[in-house]
């Protein structure tokens, strides 16, 4: 169970509520459009990251943090996620996942509302990956959640695009 755990990036928590959660948030938003090569897990933690951040739900995206952030970096990172990329998230947005989705992912995200782009890091946490997929949070500094690094490109890639529904 663990090797399959670890391959298919599933959350530790599948619980009932959890799942009935997933599939009332999914058919209440606009899908996610998919580039690249996420892991199931992967995928599934960006979608439900949009999610919250256009819902303005801060306990929900804090509960998607990795373990490498203070429980203050985590705190201000959601309120400058939010408040930043809320409108954004909330209308049609593209992930391009770079990576290979084994153990972590760096994500673009285009905001194609409001032409925002974000970049992110997700990876595998806990011992051997058993907490599932999780946002890595370390940007308590406004300035730090809309400065993307050089490499990320200022509009998504046209191959390789996929529109889940």
């Known amino acids: ?11 530790s928590d599948s619980s009932p509520d959890r ?23 992967s995928l ?15 306990k929900g995206l804090e509960a998607l943090a990795s373990s490498d952030a203070t429980e203050s970096d ?5 309120s400058n996620w939010i408040d930043s990329f ?3 998230a909330q209308g049609r947005v593209t992930a391009d996942f770079y990576g290979s989705a084994v153990d ?5 995200l285009y905001f194609h509302d409001t032409e925002q782009v974000k970049s992110i890091n997700i990876r595998l946490d806990g011992n051997g990956g058993m907490d599932g997929w999780r946002l890595k ?7 730090q959640a ?3 690094p050089d490499w990320v490109p200022k509009a998504p890639r046209e191959r390789d695009q996929v529109r889940l529904n």
């Open 74 to 78: 985590r705190t201000k990172t959601v």
């Open 137 to 143: 949070m370390l940007e308590p500094d406004p300035e």
């Open 44 to 58: 599934r933690l960006v979608q439900e990251a949009v999610w919250k951040i256009g819902d303005g739900n801060r």
């Open 104 to 108: 972590r992912q760096a994500v673009v």
């Open 86 to 88: 809320r409108k954004g």
């Open 19 to 41: 799942e009935i959660g997933y599939a009332e948030d999914y058919a209440r938003h606009e899908p996610l459009r998919i580039q690249g090569y996420p892991s199931t897990g």
């Open 1 to 11: 169970m663990l090797a399959a755990g670890y391959f298919f990036g599933q959350h």
């Open 146 to 148: 809309t400065t993307n």
